[in-house]
């Protein structure tokens, strides 16, 4: 396997992780880093570097990072979140990788594109529940700031710095076990 398809492969596991975060703002750095030839797309995904693209997924990212700072508007997103992140996870994926089998392409967008994303924003999703719960929501823009900065800061380090984007998605999903463990109702015996 040649080393940019290890790179190509990286830059779709970190932004499909960025993609759990923020559905759009991981499509728009991708968008622009296709346009500005920081990256190349597979061939029949050069369209998400075009102008019209770049412009409708900034829209959409602006739009998206303000409406997650509305309480109870930021779950009813939530709700939507988990199967968009998963289709565009797998979408990114398909785009990124290069010099593969459309099997095994497709195989690992689903599996490591879609499957990332939808990890980490059903992790994300029971975050915000667990907020809204626990502080009738005055905690989520906090949540969203930091899920707003997490998927900003993971999709420039995915276009920039692939091979290290995958090390920060370990050790997302390592942080998201570790607070699974720590808030998964304990089973008790009853004698």
Same mark, same amino acid.
């Given at each position: $396997?040649?080393?940019?398809?290890?790179?190509?492969?990286?830059?779709?596991?970190?932004?499909?992780?960025?993609?759990?975060?923020?559905?759009?703002?991981?499509?728009?750095?991708?968008?622009?880093?296709?346009?500005?030839?920081?990256?190349?797309?597979?061939? *029949? #995904?050069? #369209?998400i570097g075009s102008a019209p693209a770049l412009i409708t997924l900034g829209v959409a990212t602006?739009?998206?990072?303000?409406?997650?700072?509305?309480?109870?508007?930021?779950?009813?997103?939530?709700?939507?979140a988990v199967p968009m992140a998963a289709l565009a996870g797998t979408a990114v994926m398909l785009? %990124?990788?290069?010099?593969?089998?459309?099997?095994?392409?497709?195989?690992?967008?689903?599996?490591?594109?879609?499957?990332?994303?939808?990890?980490?924003?059903?992790?994300?999703?029971?975050?915000?529940? %667990?907020?809204?719960? %626990?502080?009738?929501?005055?905690?989520?823009?906090?949540? *969203?700031?930091?899920?707003?900065?997490?998927?900003?800061? $993971?999709?420039?380090?995915?276009?920039?710095?692939?091979?290290?984007? %995958?090390?920060?998605?370990?050790?997302?999903?390592?942080?998201?076990?570790?607070?699974?463990?720590?808030?998964?109702?304990?089973?008790?015996?009853?004698?």
């Amino acid at each position: $396997m040649a080393v940019e398809t290890i790179i190509s492969i990286c830059l779709g596991i970190g932004l499909a992780a960025s993609v759990g975060f923020r559905v759009f703002l991981p499509l728009f750095a991708l968008s622009l880093a296709s346009y500005f030839d920081v990256w190349q797309l597979n061939e *029949s #995904w050069q #369209w998400i570097g075009s102008a019209p693209a770049l412009i409708t997924l900034g829209v959409a990212t602006i739009i998206e990072i303000f409406a997650y700072f509305i309480p109870y508007i930021d779950n009813l997103l939530d709700s939507l979140a988990v199967p968009m992140a998963a289709l565009a996870g797998t979408a990114v994926m398909l785009s %990124t990788v290069a010099d593969l089998s459309p099997v095994i392409t497709w195989s690992l967008a689903i599996i490591a594109g879609g499957g990332t994303a939808a990890a980490v924003a059903g992790s994300s999703c029971a975050t915000r529940l %667990t907020s809204t719960a %626990t502080t009738g929501g005055l905690v989520n823009p906090l949540v *969203s700031a930091a899920e707003t900065g997490t998927s900003m800061v $993971m999709s420039v380090v995915s276009i920039f710095l692939p091979i290290l984007a %995958t090390v920060l998605v370990l050790v997302i999903f390592v942080v998201i076990f570790k607070l699974y463990k720590k808030f998964k109702p304990s089973k008790t015996k009853n004698i």
